[in-house]
């Protein structure tokens, strides 16, 4: 790999040098790297791009890395990546996609990545978006996440998407049967003129499931944000979405949450402010002797951890 | 140390009439002196406040902060000078920890050690707040002591202090008045501290009443106090 493939490595995925445990690496539409461990197997698709991630049932305190990366300018793809996480597991998952777009052309990654999780399996799964380059190409990616939840499952995801990404439409879906539980925390800064959608679709079918969706958002300058966040409540259930948002300069959101309570005992609740930066947290700052700008900076920065 | 000089404050009130709320206030106050302000609410305090640490801008006048003329300066080029301010209803923040309010206060990068020396002085068990979010979960007087917090880890010569009292609990009082103390005996900094409370007011080298947007009285405690305290025939700055 070159310098710019490190680089964009180190953003989506903190990783300096190869990581320990399970990992494969695209760079470029190709394998870069890749490596199993006696229980977590990475097995190339015969009829698709994309990989299966298998997990043995037992599996604990492993962890799987599988990063992308894209520095060539016109590049676009669309991979499937399927995880099949085996019963009473305890794993973490690192995704993500770097692209830097140098070139004039379009550099678009599209991702499918479809959980299995089995009966009393955690799973942190992290996602990380970055894009750099001054090409005048854009940087495009597409994710989209299907999540399906046995019995007593919990996951945890956490998608970061802070800078370069030109477009983004995030797709996630999840259905979660019996006391299966599932944390998404969503953090995302546009600027200049990119746009992002975000959208996510709860079925909880299970009795005593429940999901709680955390988006916090900035939108700086020209850009444009989408936040969609539906949750159906189909049996006993409590689902929470909350939607926070800074808006700034010329920038636009919109925050659609919908709750559906299908079932007499489905406690649902939404959530959703959008607003400039408080004027009085500004002159807080500046009285600890921080510049406009420099308070500004240390409120975005601290919302956006 | 700080002079006010003819200092006169407008706001745009209903039907485009203007209205005074500081007028023409000529005030010195010295190196290293601990004074109060009080009278009775809306009589424009808080607005001096703000208008020494330039959150507000004065319609007319002068401000001199060691020979310095600040009027002009915006909030951040007086906080480097040396002015701080507790606000009367401390900001919350998503995101920022009470370490790194403190540790920005401080200008120094501080280990938690140092912070928490901070928070143990406002009566805080540094232990269970130094990694807490500056939000919605904090009460207001556990946001109001970290609030003092961060002005005694600025130490900066001048400090100002709107309405410390409100809402804190009795037991946190004693120790806040401890603070002040602690502060004045040092005789490095100066105080300004707008209060109604007859204890903030007793330790004060001078209080200054202010009614109306002006300057009513201006002494030592044992001229103006008896007078404030006196409830038989009414104050006469009260009125």
Known sequence: ????????????????????????????????????????????????????????????????????????????????????????????????????????????????????????????????????????????????????????????????????????????????????????????????????????????????????????????????????????????????????????????????????????????????????????????????????????????NGFLK | MLELQNLSFQVEGQDSNTKEIIKNINLTLEDHTFTAITGPNGGGKSTLAKLIMGIEKPTSGKIIFDGTDITNMDVSERARLGISFAFQQPVRFKGIKVKDLITLASRDKLSTAGACEFLSKVGLCARDYINREVDASLSGGELKRIEIATIIARNTPLSVFDEPEAGIDLWSFSNLIKVFEEMHDKKENSLIIISHQERILNIADEIVVIADGAVKARGKKSDILPELLDTNGGCRFYQ
């Not at chain 1, 070159?2 to 953003?11: G, N, P, S, V």
């Not at chain 1, 005593?208 to 020209?222: F, G, P, T």
């Open chain 1, 1 to 300: 790999m070159d310098q710019i493939q490190k680089t964009l490595l180190e953003e989506v995925a903190g990783l300096h040098e190869v990581p320990s445990g399970a990992y494969n690496i695209r760079a470029n539409g190709e394998s870069a790297g890749r490596n199993t461990t006696a229980n977590i197997d990475i097995v190339t698709k015969e009829d698709k791009p994309g990989i299966d991630i298998i997990i043995k049932p037992g599996t604990k305190k492993e962890s799987v890395h599988i990063p992308v990366v894209l520095s060539q300018s016109g590049l676009k793809e669309m991979v499937y990546n399927d995880f099949f996480i085996g019963e009473d597991c305890d794993v973490t998952i690192v995704a993500g996609c770097g692209i830097h777009n140098s070139g004039d052309q379009e550099s678009r990654h599209d991702g499918i990545h479809s959980f299995f999780i089995g009966k009393r399996s955690r799973v942190k799964y992290v996602e990380k978006h970055y894009g750099s380059g001054d090409g005048r190409g854009e940087r495009i990616m597409n994710p989209q996440t299907i999540v399906h939840m046995d019995e007593d499952s919990y996951m945890e995801m956490e998608t970061v998407q802070i800078r370069g990404v030109d477009s983004t439409k995030r797709s996630t879906t999840a259905d979660l049967k019996d006391r299966a539980k599932l944390v998404i925390t969503e953090r995302l800064m546009t600027h200049g003129s990119q746009y992002a959608e975000s959208d996510f679709r709860v079925d909880l079918n299970g009795a005593d499931s429940s999901a709680n969706l955390i988006s916090r958002a900035v939108a700086k300058e020209d850009s444009k944000q989408l936040f969609v966040a539906k949750i159906n409540g189909n049996n006993r259930c409590a689902g929470h979405s909350e939607c926070d948002a800074i808006i700034m300069d010329h920038a636009q959101i919109r925050a659609i949450p919908e709750i559906a309570a299908n079932d007499l005992d489905a406690a649902l609740i939404h959530e959703a402010a959008i607003g400039k930066i408080a004027g009085e947290q500004i002159i807080k700052l500046m009285t600890l002797g921080l510049t406009e700008a420099e308070a500004e900076e240390q409120i975005i």
